[in-house]
């Protein structure tokens, strides 16, 4: 039951609305011919734009701090036994810009193979308007992203995987097929991707136990696809 509401208020929930989106976008016309925004405006004026955004950010790590705290009252499991914390930053910091480098070029190759097969849309990752706070809140839904997928994802659901005595590699594809389920709503190429994705980091959390590389690796492709977007993304055609 806590597996379902945690799941339920977060990405669970994305999950069935990327695939409500998915077909809604293939019976609306070829994928090739879409676009999907990211990052984008939820008002007019700046700073009440501003407000909204960070408001944004703030209530979607509600469910990290739920999750947190049923691991810790259920499972006995604190943020320092699921390596959500600061006491390895050299050899955290180095596994996660590796797993970074690998994995960003693996999501470039598949998106753009995903754009050439047609099964990929035009991703425009970020959308905000050229505000003084347009950087400072794109790298903080970076970390929002990091932070509610990985440790949603892996720290919680393995952990409550392990209590209802399912093994490592059906933890490791359940993970990484929800992860892919819900980024399908961008198309199959950035689906398939997040599933390897899931795949390698579900891998990586079972060998070392410790989220924080993937939460660094996470927030390494997130902030340099949002912001590298902002400022180089249309100059140089990224998103065509």
Known sequence: MEIFL???????????????????????????????????????REYFD????????????????????????????????????????????????GLFLAMGLGTLGVYAAGRALGITTTLSTANLADYWWSVPVLLLSAVRHAVLEEVIMLAFLFGYGKKLNFGPWTLILVSALIRGSYHLYQGVGPMLGNVAMGVVFGWIYQKYGRVMPLVIAHFLLDAVGFVGFMFFGPAIGIGS
């Open 6 to 44: 945690v799941m339920g208020l977060c990405l669970g929930q994305s999950a069935v609305y990327s695939l409500i989106s998915f077909a809604d976008k293939v019976t609306r016309a070829p994928l090739r011919d879409q676009t999907t925004s990211m990052n984008n405006p939820l008002n007019t």
């Open 50 to 97: 501003l407000s909204y955004q960070l408001l944004d950010i703030l209530f979607a790590l509600i469910p990290v701090l739920l999750a947190l705290y049923l691991m810790h009252r259920t499972l006995g499991r604190s943020v320092k036994d699921i390596g959500f914390d600061f006491r390895r930053p050299g050899k955290d910091s180095l596994l996660g810009a």
